[in-house]
């Protein structure tokens, strides 16, 4: 009988121990990948959260500062969302709020405190009436949004936890990873000007 065409007549193929060394070598690849992915996955959640948090404290800034008339960002770590009074979303609301616990960030609230309260408050030119700290998380990811009283700075902090952020506090800071400063009221009047 004539083989096959494309076929080799020595018919060999790949022996059952050969094919089980490249599936253990595979299975070791994914099992060191997939932790590292999911890792770079809360990462990307939490800084995108961070980012929105910053972003919303200068739409609210700037909403202030062009009504000379103050405006509050209410925090809600139990609902893991906030709400900028005053600042509307779209043209039927009179309040924008923002959930941070569901798509696409699926971060936790952990804390909010400004002065013993759980809302921020920027008076008539835009700058935020007392300082404060919007503590995030997702797992051992967090961020620390700092805003300075009389100033319009946010710093905007990288940490690690040692646990998963499931309480109200964060004891279990380990380390600093990383601080970058805004400032929300210089960025938001460029991106005003550019918009005109």
Known sequence: MAPHPGISSS????TLVETAVVVVIVAVLAAVAIPSF????????????AARIVQDIGVASATAAASSSPRMIIFSAAQD????????????SLHRQVD????????????????????????????????????IAVGTNARRIRLTGGSSA??????????KADTDVLPSIRRVLSAVTVDVMSAEAAALRTAR
Do not use: C, H, Q, W
Not at 81 to 92: D, E, I, N, R, T
């Open 11 to 14: 018919g060999r193929g790949f």
């Open 38 to 49: 999911a890792g770079a996955s809360a990462r990307s959640r939490v800084d995108a959260a």
């Open 81 to 92: 969302a906030y709400v900028l009074a005053g600042v509307k979303s779209g043209s039927s």
């Open 100 to 135: 941070l616990g569901g798509p696409p960030y699926d971060t936790n609230i952990v804390s909010a405190s400004f002065e013993s309260a759980a809302f921020l408050t920027l008076n008539g030119f835009g700058v935020a009436g007392s300082g404060g700290v919007i503590d």
């Open 154 to 163: 946010v710093e905007v902090r990288s940490m690690e936890l040692t646990r």
